[in-house]
């Protein structure tokens, strides 16, 4: 056995969970001797980061646990478009955790209206973050009443970060000083009380006893689930309950160079929720920054929108003209989100090693989350420049005769001393995605997917065939995104595309 199965053997041991050191220092022991070449080469690549040849041999690690299905093909998609069994055999028990914000009402939206993924809603939690707590608590409400769903218990979290950081104003750059570009302001209709519970409380009560059932979508900082997380008496055992988090990001940020605006607004909370155990998903900037709304989708929206998403229209619309230039595309991160959160097949994710840097760094470094995804980056980011240094200066000990059996025991403790802490989507199907999205929220006259009494036939249906962006009734062979073939998805029994839906 070669040095670089042994470590692929510990770091698949290492994420099972199955092997300790001891024995993967016999597997690595009893193999015979390598390669010399080789193995120097796979430990410099393994020391300094060099090795895209291990990357590229880096193993199908098993996903945590999780609802999450396998992830397929784009080929996988078109043929199988049909909801996984799973997921249609029962309504999913979800809550949703947000800090709407114009893009969480689009999310919520498209939760509460589309009928792919049958959904039972125990909750939405606001917390603040793109604006006030109470702002995203009146405009979480809203949304509901423009549902009809207003029988969703509405908690109201926290105000303020768990991080010893300020709340920051410059979400009112984005979403409007209310959250929602004045539509929460000017709404003069009564709307329900919120939930008198506290955050803490209602995720005890509701996750205990069903902690396996319910899928837990946070698409805001961390607060509230970290608070719930810390409480002593909760009694939820939380590395049974899943969790879908927007936040961090691989490569860059969106609130610094560096950092996600989730992560950054309270990365103390989010270290809490990464450091429970819990099955947790981070869909990523690097996902999620590819789903993107512009004037063609808005076109669609406001012609076949439902009610709730053209009640939106007059804040989306203001989100991606200041999020764009002229013309162009916006990011539209939490339903992004909510897609990848019930139907993994829309979302690529991997195991991953995710540390994030806390509220004791400089402000534009905070919340940047650190991650690893393969087996260069892995040792590097769980162990110490000492401990590699030291496993360096002992395989070379007698320079002539490396012995690389002691570092692929070594790498191999490592890897199982910091298994995967989260299933990281860095990657999704954007072009499925928008088809899925545009689904659950436009109803052309007489369109399957309309729920009763929450939907009326749109009134302004004519010219979306024209729209490029994955119109329902639009040309299959455009595209978006430079003239890409698009992929056919079929709702149950009617199929989208010529001829209608
Ligand atoms: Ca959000």
Redesign the pocket.
């Known amino acids: 056995m070669q040095p670089h199965h042994a470590i692929l053997v510990a770091s698949m041991a290492c994420t099972r969970n199955r092997l300790d050191f001891s024995s993967t220092r016999r597997l690595s022991r009893s193999s015979s001797q390598p390669s010399i070449l080789f193995s120097l080469a796979l430990a410099l690549a393994l020391i300094l980061g060099f090795g895209q040849a291990a990357q590229a041999q880096s193993p199908q690690s098993p996903s945590p646990q999780s609802f999450r299905i396998p992830k397929v093909t784009i080929d996988d998609v078109e043929r199988d478009g049909e909801p996984p069994a799973a997921l249609a055999a029962a309504p999913r028990k979800i809550i949703v955790d ?4 114009v ?2 009402a689009a ?1 919520l939206i498209w939760l509460l209206s589309q009928q792919r993924y049958p959904l039972t809603p125990l909750g939405i939690v606001a917390v603040a ?2 604006t006030s707590v109470d702002n995203a608590t009146t405009n979480a409400l809203m949304v509901l009443s423009w549902l009809r769903r207003t029988e969703i218990p509405v908690i109201p979290g926290a105000a303020a970060p768990l991080s010893p950081v300020p709340l920051s104003s410059t979400g009112k750059l984005i979403h409007g000083p209310d959250g929602l570009w004045y539509l929460g302001w000017a709404n003069q209709q009564e709307l329900p009380a919120p939930d008198p519970r506290t955050a803490e409380t209602f995720y005890c009560q509701t996750l205990q006893g069903q902690e396996a059932e319910v899928l837990v979508l946070t ?2 900082p961390l607060t509230n689930l970290a608070k719930a997380m810390s409480a002593a008496d909760c009694g939820v055992e939380w590395s049974q309950v899943q969790i879908v988090s ?1 936040g961090g990001a691989k490569f860059g940020g969106n609130q610094t160079p560096v950092t996600e ?2 992560m950054w607004q309270d990365p103390d909370a989010a270290a809490v929720v990464l450091g429970k155990g819990a099955q947790v998903t981070l869909v990523t900037l690097d996902g999620f920054g590819q789903f993107t709304i512009g004037p063609a989708m808005l076109k669609v929206l406001k012609n076949t929108g439902m009610p709730a998403m053209r009640a939106l229209l007059p804040a989306l619309e203001t989100y991606a003209s200041v999020l764009s230039s002229e013309g162009g595309e916006a990011a539209l ?2 339903p992004a ?1 909510a897609m990848a959160a019930l139907d993994a097949r829309l979302a690529l994710g991997r195991p991953g090693l995710v540390k994030i840097l806390g509220s004791d760094v400089p402000e534009y470094g905070r919340g940047q989350t650190v991650i690893a995804l393969d087996l260069v980056e892995w040792p590097t980011l769980a162990a110490t420049d000492a401990r590699l240094s030291q496993i360096a200066d002992t395989v070379f000990a007698d320079p002539l005769n490396p012995d690389f059996g002691y570092l692929a025991g070594a790498i191999g403790a490592i890897l199982m001393e910091n298994p995967p802490n989260a299933t990281v989507v860095a990657d999704i199907l954007a072009q499925q995605m928008r088809r899925v999205f545009l689904q659950g929220v436009t109803a052309p006259p007489g369109g399957a997917n309309a729920p009763a009494g929450t939907n009326t036939p749109a009134p302004e249906l004519g010219d979306a065939g024209s729209a490029p962006v994955g119109a329902p009734d639009g040309d299959p062979g455009t595209s978006a995104q430079g003239g890409s073939p698009e992929y056919k998805l079929y709702l149950p029994g009617v199929q989208v595309g010529p001829g209608g839906r």
Do not use: K, S, V
Not at 98 to 101: I, N, W
């Open positions: 947000t800090d709407p914000g893009d969480d999310a973050g793109n698409l805001g927007l605006f989730n991160p939490d989100a």
